[in-house]
Every structure is written in structure tokens, then in C-alpha cells.
């Protein structure tokens, strides 16, 4: 076999061919007009070098990086324009239940915890939010347990701690809050802390208020209680006498002695820990009182010192808003707030505190711009209106509340409560819906009490128990007319007990007519109009948080309107208090459109009907929403008719809120 043989050069000179064959061919010599798949990276580059590819890609890396920032800014912006944001307390209405008389669950007569985790729904459906519940804590009963002897155990009479536990779960799972009621100024007389004081513990002795005297001698001095006659009680196992600003079985706890103040405090962290979303503290002005114990002066200086013997005969200097006070306050807010840092979850802080024509006295407990005390002090000055129900009176309260209030602070409304006439029996029925839409309308956080929402009335009892109640429930309240029971339905006892025929106060007689299942039904009724007006708040921001002004109030017809800057949407109420039919001329009015829709009447039947404003016509207890838009605001040409609370202005553009 013959082998070929192979010259070396001539191999490398063919490995060599090969290689300039397959390697790349310099850049310029392409000619490509347009780039092409699969090009080497060499040629990539020469083409993204190029103008015509560099530039746009340039000017698009600009222009992203220009887009991010301003998102950036918008965001800042937006955050720092954005006004607060409104708590859970501003957002919804503020619905009182008074528990002896809300809903028994276990055929006793009386109201109870259980009963109201029942009928959560009832608040739902109301659009409601936030629940008020009236004291609930183991007592004799007295004044209807505002008089606490342990103020860490549910009352038997009401259930147990585990209900109490299992109805604050139940609403937090549906999105409510809990208000609880908190008496802090005494205890009852058999609080363990008193029977410890009378007997001069060491550690308990001054936790009440002392001072010498005897059976037979005269009082420390001439204080008088809420309730009338002194307010200092003989005691004969301490051999003292007690001070007591309400009932003899309610002493006074002294809060000068920094262990009470321990106490309180450690028992406002006992139910906080316990979730509950905050506390309405009455009877605050009363918790301190003048260390000297001097008589205070007579109202009238001619009176025999002995005829003096109402709170309403003499000058309070002594025995109410004493300084300290409000540092008081102060310290049970702090403990509040370490609670609220969690987002929506605050801890409202509610005082009572009524203080007549003195109501600078009342603003103090909003705090001061640097130091919060109460969310707000409860606005009793409207419970006057049941007894003069003018136009004219309320647009006097409305301007006592507004006119004084701290700048930004937020206001709240009340016609109803366990001391006040129901507004149907001291108004009349066709009132009854008027009054809810003017607290839905107002600003502010309306409050209302149970079964105004369906218009009840008073009962007629006598001073004595009547023979079906309850019996051992608050002898001192048997006759309170305003507290009967709820009426659920047309059933016996109003659905309020399905079990037994007790009730512990006597069903209302109209109860067939008056109860929620039947007005459930019924569009035109109190409950479904109630429901649509504080729908209709949550969802207008001109309601929530817009400028009040007043329009006009003559003697019988109340007028204002609610706008927000920026929105043109704006709505004027009309309010007719009078005894008779009227017609509102508001043709003088150049903001006002010269037609306005109804967008809800308290009538019904002239609802989405149009009406010219220079003659509005309502009949005698008739309230009307009426809807219209106009770019003019009212607020800038008259300002001392108008009132804010949390300013904003509205960027249609953007369907947003922001400062200004």
C-alpha cells in the first residue's frame, strides 16, 4: 500500500485559506441599508452607534426617567395635599343603646348582651358603624347602675364576662365598634373600695371624699347633689361624713389621691385590653372638687342658707371644673392613645359634661392645639329642643356649638337620651323624621338614640313599677317613659322578649304601626328613610365634611345648605319646625340655582319633583333635601353664616380630596 505524502507548508497555507474564508469581514465592508436577524455583535454596534438609532433611543431613556419622577412628585404631592383622613367615629352615626331595653335573649324582661349580639344587623342595616352601650357593670342598680360595684364584672343581669367577650368579637368581625360607658366620678356604696374606706384600711382610707361631722351636727358645708339636698352623708361606721354629688349611695371617689388615679387608669387598661374601641366618660366636671371645702355662694344672696337646698340655688365654684381637671383627662387620653397607634383602630374618647350657658366650659375638653383630650364633649345643648323647637332656637344652638368650637375639632349632635322626652311624644310623630334628617345633615358625628330611627314614643307608667315589668331592675327608673322597650315587631311583647310575657317596662300601645320589621317594608317610612339618609352621608362629601351655612330661619322654618369647594353638587335642607305650612322664598339667594331637585323629602311623594327656590312650600313637620348644582359658592360671600369643621376642596379631574 502506497502512503501519501504530505507537505507541511502546502497544509498550512489550505488551513490558512480556510480561515480568512470563514472569518468576519471587516465592518465597513457591509453595506447593509437596514439591520438584519443574526448579525454579529460587531455590526450591532456600529449600527446602534448611528444617530438615527442612538437619538430616540436617548430621547425615550429621558423621557422615562422624566415620567418616573413626576409620578414621584404627583405621590408626594398628593400625600401632602391629601386632607386627614375621617375616623371610623366621623365616617358613620353614633347609635345609642340603652341595654335594659334593647333586647332580652333570655325571657327575663330586661335587655341584655346577648340581645344585642342578636340584632347586629339592625345596625348594618342602618348604615351604622359605631354602637354606644350604656353602662353594663355589676351594681345595686341605683340610677340605673351608674353606680358601679365592680367596674371589671359584667352585671348578672345583663350576662357575663364571656358575653360581653363574644359580642365585642362578633362586632369586630362585621366591621362595628364598641363605645362603652364609664362613670368614673364614684362607686356604688358597696364597692369594696367604700366598705374598705369606712373602716379606715390604711391603704383605702382617703380613697373617698371625708370630712368631720356628726349625725346630729350640721354638714361640712352647703354643697347640694344633682339629685337635690345636701350631698354629704353621715356615716356612722367611720363616724364621718362622705361627699356624694349624686345619689347618697353613690360616694364620690378622690381623685387627689394618686392611687385612685391608679386605679381608674388601670381599670380604663382592663377593657382596652379587651378590644374595645373607646369610652363615653360622664359626669366629668364633677371628679374634683375644692380641697377647702368653703360653703359655695347662693345663686340668690336674700335666700335662707337653709332654703338652698337644689344644685340649681347655687354657684358651682366649688364642686365642678376644678383645676386639675383636665390633666385628669389628660393622662386617661395618653393611656387611650397607646392603643390607637394600629391604623383604624383609635380609641374614641367621649366626655359629658353639660355646662349650661357656660359653654366655653364644655370647648376646654377638646384640649388645646397641642394637647387632645376628648374626640369631642358630648353636644347636649339640642336636647332643649323638644321644649322649644323653633327655627330660630335651633339655629341658636347649631350657632352655640359651631360659633365656639376650636378651630378643626369635629362636633357632634343629640335629640335623644335616657333623660330626654322622646322627640315623636314631645315634637309630635311627623317631627320625629324632620329631627333625623337634620342630625344627618348637620356636620358632624350625629348620635342617635334607640328607636328614634323608628320614630317611638313615650310610654304612660306612674311613678310606681308597673305589674309586668321586670322585677330588680332600678325601682329609681321604673317610670322613665322614654325608655320602653324597642319594638322589633308586631309579635307579643314587640319581638323585644320572644320567650316569656315579661318586659320590664310596658310596650308602647302604637307598637303595631311603630316597629322595624313592619317599616322595613315600607319605603316611605321613618327606619327606610333614615337608612337612605345615612347612605346618602357616608357617600356625599359635601355632607361628611363640606361648609354648613345658614340661608334663612324664621319662626318656623329652619334653612341651610351644605356645599364643598370644587364639587358643584351641593344640597340645600329646608326644615319646616312650624305648626302650619310655608313657603320659603329664597329668590334673594344669587348662589341658588332658580331650580332645585328633591332629592328626598320627609313626605316622600314629592320626591325628584323640581321646584323654583323663590317659592319652596312644606307642610308642618315636612323636611326637604334638595339637590342642585352651581359653580357659585355661598360660603365666599357670606362667611359669618357659614361654619367648617375638616376643610377640603374637591379636584373633579382627579376624583380626589386635597387641602386647601
Known sequence: ???????????????????????????????????????????????????????????????????????????????????????????????????????????????????????????QYLNIKSVWLSTFYRSPTKDAGY???????????????????????????????????????????????????????????????????????????????????????????????????????????????????????????????????????????????????????QVDPNMPPEGATSERDLHHDFTTTQLGLHDLLREWRARMDVFSR???????????????????????????????????????????????????????????????????????????????????????????????????????????????????????VTDGRPDDSAGGYDESVSGAPQRSPMQWSADANVGFNDRTNVTWLPVHPDYRRVNVEVQKGDEGSALSQYRRLSGLRQREPALQRGWFCHVGADRGVFTYLRELDGLERAFLLVLNLGSRAAVTDLSAVAELPERLRVAMSTERAVDGEAVGKSRIATEAGEGLMLEFSSHARFHAKHPDLCHISEKACYFGALDILYTC
Open 1 to 123: 500500500m502506497e502512503m501519501a505524502i504530505v507537505n507541511p507548508d502546502f497544509q498550512d497555507e489550505e488551513v490558512g485559506k480556510k480561515a480568512e474564508e470563514t472569518a468576519d469581514p471587516p465592518a465597513e465592508e457591509y453595506a447593509q441599508i437596514k439591520p438584519y436577524a443574526g448579525m454579529p455583535k460587531e455590526v450591532l454596534l456600529l449600527y446602534s452607534s448611528r444617530p438615527r438609532y442612538r437619538v430616540p433611543r436617548e430621547i425615550l431613556f429621558w423621557l422615562m426617567v422624566a415620567c418616573v419622577l413626576s409620578l414621584v412628585a404627583v405621590t408626594i404631592s398628593l400625600v401632602a395635599l391629601s386632607p386627614r383622613c375621617l375616623g371610623w367615629w366621623q365616617v358613620s352615626p353614633l347609635y345609642q343603646v340603652y341595654l335594659p331595653s334593647f333586647k332580652d335573649s333570655d325571657g327575663d324582661g330586661l335587655g341584655d348582651l346577648r340581645g344585642v349580639r342578636e340584632k347586629l344587623g339592625h345596625f
Open 147 to 297: 353606680g358601679a360595684e365592680d367596674f371589671r364584672a359584667v352585671d348578672p343581669l345583663f350576662g357575663t364576662m364571656q358575653d360581653f367577650d363574644d359580642l365585642l368579637a362578633e362586632m369586630h368581625k362585621l366591621g362595628l365598634k364598641l363605645i362603652v360607658d364609664l362613670v368614673p366620678n364614684h362607686t356604688s356604696d358597696k364597692h369594696r373600695w367604700f366598705n374598705l374606706s369606712r373602716a379606715r384600711d390604711p391603704h383605702y382610707a382617703d380613697y373617698y371624699v371625708w370630712a368631720d361631722c356628726g349625725a346630729a351636727q350640721p354638714k361640712p358645708n352647703n354643697w347640694v347633689s344633682v339629685f337635690g339636698n345636701s350631698s354629704w352623708t353621715y356615716d356612722a361606721v367611720r363616724g364621718q361624713c362622705y361627699l356624694h354629688q349624686f345619689l347618697k349611695e353613690q360616694p364620690d371617689l378622690n381623685f387627689r389621691n394618686p392611687r385612685v388615679r391608679q386605679e381608674m387608669l388601670d381599670i380604663i387598661q382592663f377593657w382596652l385590653d379587651k378590644g374595645v374601641d373607646g369610652f363615653r366618660l360622664g359626669a366629668v366636671k364633677h371628679l374634683l372638687e375644692a380641697a377647702h371645702l368653703r360653703d359655695e355662694p
Open 342 to 460: 394600629e391604623p383604624g383602630r383609635h380609641r374614641l374618647m367621649v366626655t359629658e359634661s353639660h355646662d349650661g350657658s357656660e359653654v366655653e366650659k364644655t370647648m376646654m375638653y377638646y384640649g388645646t392645639p397641642l394637647v387632645k383630650e376628648s374626640d369631642f364633649p358630648l353636644n347636649l345643648y339640642l336636647l332643649d329642643l323638644p321644649h322649644n323647637g323653633s327655627a330660630s332656637r335651633l339655629k341658636h344652638l347649631v350657632d352655640l356649638w359651631m360659633a365656639n368650637m376650636p378651630a378643626g375639632r369635629w362636633p357632634n349632635w343629640l335629640v335623644g337620651s335616657r333623660h330626654a322626652p322622646r322627640v315623636a311624644s314631645a315634637l309630635g310623630r311627623r317631627y320625629a323624621r324632620l329631627i333625623n334628617m337634620l342630625l344627618l345633615t348637620l356636620p358632624g358625628t350625629p348620635i342617635t338614640y334607640y328607636g328614634e330611627e323608628i320614630g317611638m314614643e313615650n310610654i304612660n
